[in-house]
């Protein structure tokens, strides 16, 4: 009796499912937790001016870190709301795109010697562009299981 059944075929749609909202969840927490670790060893010297106190760029990298914690949950309205008007499915393909273009981004931008307090200012917009779409992806990866 290998012949599907009425019965298994949603197990199996089930498990593609999970799998496919797995590997897209676990690619975006990748980029999303790799800002820390870039917030420690590049994002304190080449984005903030240089202090006195040696601790207050880490500070303040890791302030811009905590930015994208606070828009999770904002993003996770938003694409919930609109996720139900236009199609969940659509809405993730989106909050794939913004993170992995806003991880992008985040790698072109200019330093602090070249642009001065514009480049901490579009280090935390591409942040809490990134916090939006991981808390939209979050939300409609779980909504589809």
Request: hydrophobic content about 50%.
């Amino acid at each position: 009796m290998s012949a599907l059944t009425p019965a298994s075929a949603p197990t199996k749609g089930l498990r593609r499912v999970v799998a496919a909202s797995m590997a897209g969840t676990i690619v975006e927490w990748y980029e999303f937790f790799l800002y820390a670790t870039a917030a420690t060893l590049v994002f304190n010297k080449v984005f903030f001016p240089p202090s006195e106190d040696p601790y207050m760029p880490i500070i303040a990298a890791f302030v811009t870190y905590a930015v994208g914690f606070i828009a999770r949950p904002l993003g996770g309205i938003v694409f919930a709301h609109f996720g139900d008007r236009y199609g969940r499915k659509h809405l993730l393909q989106v909050a794939i795109i913004m993170v992995c273009a806003s991880t992008f981004l985040m790698g072109c931008l200019p330093t602090f010697d070249t642009v001065g307090y514009w480049a901490p200012a579009l280090l935390v917009t591409l942040r809490f562009l990134q916090g939006i779409a991981v808390g939209g992806e979050w939300g409609g990866a779980m909504r589809r299981v």
